[in-house]
């Protein structure tokens, strides 16, 4: 619940609410959000998750292009940056999984 709030301030903040940052920081916040977004979402056993953060990405950049008062323009990229955090977050989760599990013994 608290990554998906996270998500709706940091994706649908005003442009004038933004920090400057170095270029480029953008593509790693969009990343690492949609990394904990998966991550959360997949430890919450939540249904069909990955797909439904894809959707999400793609409809973000969408809204940020439409939503006149944000002053924000959709960005393709930060779309596909969005989906390679949601696959490092499936990583993260799938090797948390994993370990948890520990190493399998034969007998």
């Known amino acids: 619940m608290i990554a998906a709030l996270l998500s709706v301030v940091v994706l649908f903040t005003p442009e004038s609410g933004v920090p400057s940052s170095?270029?480029?920081?953008?593509?790693?916040?969009?990343?690492?959000?949609?990394?904990?977004?998966?991550?959360?979402?997949?430890?919450?056993?939540?249904?069909?998750?990955l797909?439904?953060?894809?959707?999400?990405?793609?409809?973000?950049?969408?809204?940020?292009?439409?939503?006149?008062?944000?002053?924000?323009?959709?960005d393709v990229l930060d779309a596909l940056v969005d989906v390679l955090g949601i696959g490092l977050g499936w990583a993260i989760a799938?090797?948390?999984?994993k370990r948890r599990r520990g190493p399998r013994t034969t007998g």
Request: glycine share 8%; hydrophobic share 45%.
């Open 22 to 49: 170095p270029p480029g920081t953008d593509k790693v916040v969009h990343t690492l959000l949609f990394a904990l977004l998966a991550y959360t979402g997949l430890y919450a056993k939540i249904p069909h998750v």
């Open 51 to 74: 797909p439904l953060l894809v959707v999400y990405a793609g409809v973000s950049e969408v809204l940020q292009e439409l939503i006149t008062p944000l002053h924000r323009s959709g």
């Open 94 to 97: 799938s090797a948390v999984r």
